[in-house]
């Protein structure tokens, strides 16, 4: 484990969803301690395997206050609340003076995202959007390969097919108007780590895109690849792998624990920047024009 700072308290919002368990499991495992949790369900037993007897809120400026009066080591709100709510959660917590740990996307459009890139300038706070994959042992190595041997004309195809039943489409994550639709909620960890390793362009070609309700596929010209992608959520299989042309097949499953990575990085201030995240949201949203 990466030395890093043991001080931290954190406040999870939207504690009793399923990546909040995750986000427990990786501050217990970097030495913070959890502070106060939010959620309106009432599923938030998760808790008493990570940590007791922390308070609970039902109002999100309950909880801020909570925070802001806590003195002592460095604090963080975790936003792990649906995707619509991102943005303004994150503008909140920092005009209140906490940092904050933003999970993906950082917000539903790009001009979404610099609103919170503004405020964390004008705060001085820090905001770290949740871009784990990049900390994926494989996809480093691949990154530093493509850097030094200055790889490019690369013929990349990115596929993740994951079975979502019907319970997806029913929730807010099969919803456009709150999660952004699956190239948002499912793909933007992909597409941050296309333009991470294969370059981006704001004025790149964008070869299209066919978006039905259970997938979104289509073709992306970065400055070093080509990059065909197909994003499912239906019965078909099970796929998470980028296959490159003459260098093989990476799969993006990992036995490393990358939430846990990503706190170890963060707390070093070793991670993606917010305004780094911003061009993979930028690219959905170029692909997918009800954003």
Same mark, same amino acid.
């Given at each position: ?75 963080? $709100? ?22 904050? $740990? ?27 959007? $949740? ?95 080509? $990059? ?64």
């Amino acid at each position: 484990m990466m030395e890093c700072k043991r001080d931290a308290l954190y406040w999870v919002v939207g504690a009793g969803g399923y990546i909040a368990r995750s986000h427990f499991a990786a501050i217990k495992a970097t030495g913070g301690r959890i502070a106060g949790i939010c959620d309106l369900r009432d599923s938030l037993g998760q808790i008493d395997a990570f940590e007791k007897d922390v308070p609970v809120f039902s109002d999100f400026n309950e909880l801020l206050l909570d925070a802001g009066f806590e003195t002592g080591g460095d604090r963080y $709100v975790v936003i792990c609340t649906p995707n619509d709510l991102h943005r303004a959660q994150a503008i909140d917590a920092m005009e209140a003076g906490l940092n904050v $740990v933003l999970e993906k996307p950082a917000a539903l459009t790009a001009p979404g995202a610099e609103d919170i890139l503004a405020v964390q300038r004008a705060t001085d706070r820090e905001c770290w959007p $949740v871009l784990q994959m990049r900390l994926h042992p494989d996809l480093m190595d691949l990154k530093r390969k493509i850097v030094d041997e200055k790889l490019d004309k690369l013929h990349v195809g990115i596929d993740y097919v994951t079975y979502r039943g019907p319970w997806y489409h029913a929730s807010w994550k099969g919803g456009h108007r709150r999660s952004g639709g699956i190239g948002l909620n499912l793909g933007v960890h992909l597409f941050d780590l296309a333009q991470w390793l294969f370059g981006y362009d704001p004025e790149m070609v964008v070869g299209g895109a066919r978006i039905t309700d259970d997938s979104f596929s289509g073709v992306l010209c970065l400055p070093r690849a080509t $990059v065909t992608f197909n994003i499912a959520t239906g019965n078909e299989g099970f796929s998470r792998t980028m296959d490159i042309a003459g260098f093989g097949t990476y799969d993006f499953t990992s036995a490393v624990d990358l939430h846990t990575a990503f706190y170890e990085h963060m707390l070093l201030g070793k991670v993606a920047s917010l305004e780094e995240a911003i061009p993979a949201i930028r690219i959905v949203n170029s692909l997918d024009k009800r954003a």
